[in-house]
């Protein structure tokens, strides 16, 4: 006798299925779950591509041409002209070390002053919610506005910084920013003053995610404060902390508005960070090909940092 298995009588395969065949059983039908995923990401590619990506690529080529300001001027290609001429530029090199003192130092700075503050607003305190919307004040405002207000209040005359200093009955006559050995520190000042509340909500958001069953446990083992601070809280943040670090440190490092209006890089060149030597070589001399390559440079350097950071990050979701 012939047994003819249909539908409901064959065997059904039970064994695993491979990657390949978990993909194809996913997407359906042959290259439709592709198509529809390309659909999905095509509207928020073009604006990336076309205002990101694009005018990254075109610096980079500028980079290597003889650019100019200028109507009818003729532009060609010159090869690593533009990177020869700049390897022995001392007025940028410096201008780089600048950058680096500026993005460091407002990094650190603002770090610690951020968990000091998240500490604070994670407390137990009347009014925290008050406190901690005074906190974003400077989030919301523009880096052309802070600039203007700190001008105003870092006036040698009539600001009221060194007002206060006479009433105290000190010297009051500082020209905060126009003076060779306080500029750049007045600068980093305000540049931690300004990126403080990003870094204190993120620190904040972390610090309400660390289990209170650790603190709890710690307290048992007779852990104090800074004990369980140290061996509690830093090692819980620390994934967050190397990325906020990271991120501020490329978001200081590329500043160029607050640090315009506060000193266009003055005096004498002591906060002359690379952007502005880059914005001036293009706007003020016009030398649109030797500024790009100048921003190639900046580029790499922004790149080794955002590989730390990617870095970090794959490392923490392993882990």
């Known amino acids: 006798m012939t047994t003819t298995l249909t539908s409901r009588t064959r065997p059904v395969d039970s064994r695993p299925l491979n990657l390949k065949q978990k ?22 590619m073009i604006p990336v591509v076309l205002f990101s990506v694009y005018p990254l690529v075109q610096g980079i080529l500028l ?37 680096l003192i500026w993005a460091f ?33 400077p989030w919301a405002m523009p880096p052309v506005v802070i600039a203007i207000m700190w001008r105003l209040m870092l006036n040698p005359n009539s600001g009221p910084i060194n007002q206060s200093l006479r009433a105290l009955g000190l010297p009051g006559d500082v020209n905060w920013l126009g ?10 000042i305000v ?51 190397v990325a906020i670090t990271t991120l501020d440190l490329i978001w200081n490092f590329n500043s160029f508005a607050l ?17 502005l030597f880059a914005y001036n070589e293009a706007f003020r001399y016009g030398n649109f090909g030797y500024a790009a390559a100048m921003g190639n440079v900046m580029v790499i350097v922004i790149a080794v940092f955002l590989f730390v950071y990617l870095r970090s990050q794959a490392r923490s979701r392993l882990s």
């Open 259 to 275: 640090v315009f209006v506060l000193t266009a890089g003055g005096p004498g060149g002591q906060t002359m960070l690379p952007m």
């Open 63 to 99: 980079g290597f041409t003889d650019a100019k300001a200028g109507l009818g001027v003729v532009t060609s290609f010159n090869g690593v002209d533009n990177y020869v001429r700049l390897a022995s530029n001392e007025l940028f090199w410096n201008s780089f070390r600048i950058g």
């Open 105 to 137: 130092s407002v990094t650190i700075l603002q770090f610690l002053a951020s968990l000091g503050l998240a500490l604070l607003l994670n407390l137990d305190l009347k009014l925290r919610w008050l406190a901690r919307t005074l906190a974003l004040v």
């Open 191 to 241: 540049g931690v003053w300004a990126g403080m509340p990003q870094t204190t909500i993120t620190l904040l958001a972390g610090l309400q995610n660390v289990p209170t069953e650790l603190h709890e446990a710690a307290s048992i083992d007779g852990a104090g404060v800074l004990q369980r601070f140290w061996h509690v809280t830093l090692p819980a943040l620390r994934p967050i902390i």
């Open 23 to 44: 993909r194809k059983r996913a997407s359906g039908a042959p290259g439709q779950g592709g198509r529809e995923a390309w659909l999905l990401v095509l509207p928020a």
């Open 179 to 188: 003076d060779f050995s306080t500029a750049l520190p007045a600068v980093i």
